[in-house]
């Protein structure tokens, strides 16, 4: 093997060494970070780890297009009252990539369903669920460095308000780690809502876990999934609800996925401002893909995972967010109840 090695070339030589460096450097780091999430997900979630009456429910755009009738609004406040749910993120977009909304045509019924839910469940915020792709992206998006589109977006939440909302719900997608156009759109219509006495909320990307890991999809693929911690914190305040989507994690084990979703719990609580309510997403979907294992990312994992998160910390504006309702089943629901409102 000495001789053999001596006579190839210096560089099948090097070669050789970094595929080596690469099988034993790259899954003893892989399989440390397993341990250590599945070490997240053991241990038994705090007794007083529950509800707090400040959970939410993304909706789909069939409540503000005509498709829904009172006796769904019926249906809806019942379920809602027996669960900790106090908003709902409304898709009353989308939003066109210049920023302007065409309300009277995207939603024809949102007063409708701002005033019946105001009558049906007068504790619950009906908030309005606004977005688009962001550039840079693949296809076509906004861009939220062009002032004029941030104007557009100003324009359009005021428009959404004037619908009878109670507060405005961003999800702009994908934001890079340090845009700071998306940080000054914030800006201006954090203004505009507190003018207006009503809350800015905002779903939030997941907090890079491990290693930078989110430089170097950028470097890659110019696809940052995640935000630094440093970021989060900048966008946490400048609103008054983040919603953070965790889920589409990749996660192959459902003790994984639940010990991933207890770190990312921790990892938010430790920088989001005292006065803004945390929330923590609940895939009530399924999909199974790449990015998406449905056996693993379960609502059941994401419960406990949060609970396991939020150990002892007596932060009470902290909540569970369902994504989202027309896919969510009984099971869902279910699951959701029995973990956080009545385990």
Known sequence: MRRRWHRWSRRRRVITVLLLVALLAIPLPLSAYAVSLRLHYTGDPAPRALT?????????????????????????????????????????????????????????????????????????????????????????????????????????????????????HFDFEPVHSGSAGFLAVLDQVHRLAAERGVPLSVAAAQIDPLWSLNSVALAVADEGKWWSQDYFAEVARRVEQIAVMSYDTAMPLESLYGGYVAKQTRLALEVTPAHVDLLMGLPAYWEDNFSHR????????????????????????????????FTATEAHWTAYRTGWVKP
């Open 52 to 168: 707090r009456g400040r959970d939410a429910v993304w909706l789909g755009h069939a409540w503000v297009d005509g498709r829904k009738t009172t006796a769904d609004v019926t249906a809806l406040a019942e379920r809602l009252a027996t669960t900790g749910v106090r908003d709902l993120y409304v898709h009353a977009g989308p939003l066109e990539h210049d920023g302007s909304l065409a309300v009277t045509k995207v939603s024809p019924t949102a007063r409708w369903f701002t005033d019946a839910m105001g009558e049906a469940a007068p504790g619950v915020r009906v908030q309005a669920w606004l977005g688009d792709i962001v550039q840079p992206a693949k296809n076509p998006g906004m861009d939220l460095e062009d002032p004029a589109v941030r104007d557009r977006v100003t324009a359009s939440s005021a428009a959404v308000l004037d619908q009878g909302f109670d507060g405005i």
């Open 294 to 325: 449905g056996r693993a990312e379960t609502v059941e994992a994401a419960v406990r995972g949060a609970r396991l998160g939020l150990g002892t910390n007596p932060k009470q504006n902290f909540g569970l967010a369902i994504y989202v309702d």
